[in-house]
């Protein structure tokens, strides 16, 4: 499949495709919250944006190329990206409380959304950016943000939000040198960053030239190198995907390297830093890159979801959920109700077994900012391989 697509490529306006929300959640200014809405276990829920509590006026700008990830279950920080008019967003970082979260704030039982937790961080070290990729350490509840672009501009910067702290600290390095790059994948694990894959700036020619290259930076002692690596690595990509499952296994997916664009699946033993190509059968995606994956916890299963992204031509709606002990690919397009997109976010709400979208870009001048909550039973019931 070949693609001819850039990131930058999208320009300002609404999508009136959307799904018209189930329940909107409306709100009084400046600090108080009014939600008609109860989740159940067995619905999904589109929202616009809605109105937030402390004392902000406003709302979450429509946006793409961000990040967003769980922080203790049920908060979920959303930063940086890119909207109207190709502008980088300048409402840097939010958070969003899900559930229990939302309920403590005095929001019922739905969400909130909210910038006074991580206000400071707008003005502190985070450079607005798209086209970074962001981890939590488990262990730590840490987010570290890594790289990313700023127009033709592109870093090779840790940035790390400390459980509890509303600001961002710089990590310097104190040995190796970090890549510099944007889409590409970072997972950590075992108090390191492990960073794949990634577009390069190359002056000439253009475009950029993409990366097979895992990188690893040692958080405690703040330095870079290159491992040795094993078996059979993935082909140079970026805006693929990087699921770590069970805390040993990382599931890659997709990515493009102009002008080609993948649906194959490799799997880096995290213990011995060897990939191997699996072997699939089933629904298999189609090619696509910016999409979204995520580990779906199912009790004695290894499930990891799949959604959207771009094919080379159009924007994608469908969804799939990959056995990784069978290599078994199932078709779950039926869970989802919202409109395709690319360069969106999903992660998981433990407490309320649910997967919550955002965000997102249709390539036919649209990005988005409304929130997608859909149950993980909608998802499994959708099998093929249970």
């Not at 908060?75 to 958070?95: A, N, R």
């Not at 998981?348 to 149950?375: A, R, T």
Request: proline letters at 5%; aromatic letters at 10%; charged letters at 15%.
């Amino acid at each position: 499949c070949k693609v001819s697509f850039c990131l930058v490529s999208l320009v300002s306006g609404i999508d009136s495709r959307t799904t018209t929300p189930v329940t909107q959640l409306a709100a009084t200014r400046p600090n108080a919250v009014s939600v008609d809405l109860i989740l159940t276990a067995t619905s999904s829920q589109s929202y616009l944006p809605v109105v937030y509590t402390d004392g902000v006026v406003g709302e979450i700008t429509q946006r793409w190329g961000h990040t967003m990830n769980a922080i203790g279950g049920d908060k979920l920080i959303v930063v940086c990206g890119q909207g109207c008019g190709h502008k980088l967003s300048t409402d840097t970082v939010w958070t969003l409380s899900v559930g229990a979260a939302a309920a403590g704030r005095g929001a019922g039982s739905a969400f909130v959304w909210s910038r006074s937790e991580t206000a400071k961080a707008d003005a502190a070290s985070l450079r607005t950016r798209m086209g970074h990729a962001a981890a939590v350490d488990s262990a730590t509840e840490n987010l570290y943000v890594f790289g990313g672009a700023k127009y033709k501009r592109f870093f090779n910067d840790v940035n790390v939000l400390t459980k509890g702290s509303t600001e961002w600290t710089i990590v310097k390095p104190t040995g190796g040198t970090p890549p510099t790059c944007s889409y590409h994948s970072c997972t950590v694990v075992r108090g390191a960053l492990y960073v794949f894959g990634g577009v390069y700036p190359k002056p000439d020619p253009t475009p950029d030239i993409s990366s097979n290259t895992l990188h690893v930076f040692n958080i405690g002692d703040r330095n870079w190198y290159e491992p040795t690596v094993f078996g059979e690595r993935p082909s140079p990509r970026s805006g693929h995907s990087a699921t770590l499952v069970g805390g040993y296994d990382l599931v890659l997916f997709g990515g493009w390297d102009q002008p080609d664009v993948f649906n194959d699946t490799f799997v880096l033993d995290m213990t011995m830093l060897e990939f191997s190509k699996l072997t699939v059968t089933g629904d298999i995606p189609a090619p696509r890159s910016w999409h979204v994956a995520v580990a779906v916890p199912t009790a004695g299963k290894r499930y990891v979801f799949v959604h959207g992204g771009f094919d080379g031509d159009t924007v994608m709606g469908s969804a799939y959920v990959l056995n990784l002990d069978t290599g078994v690919w199932s078709d779950v397009s039926a869970a989802i109700t919202f409109a395709p997109r690319a360069g969106h976010a999903v992660a998981l709400n433990e407490n309320e077994d649910s997967l919550v979208f955002f965000g997102g870009g249709d390539n036919e001048g649209s990005f988005f900012n409304d929130v997608h909550i859909v149950p993980i039973s909608n998802v499994t019931a959708l099998l093929s391989d249970k």
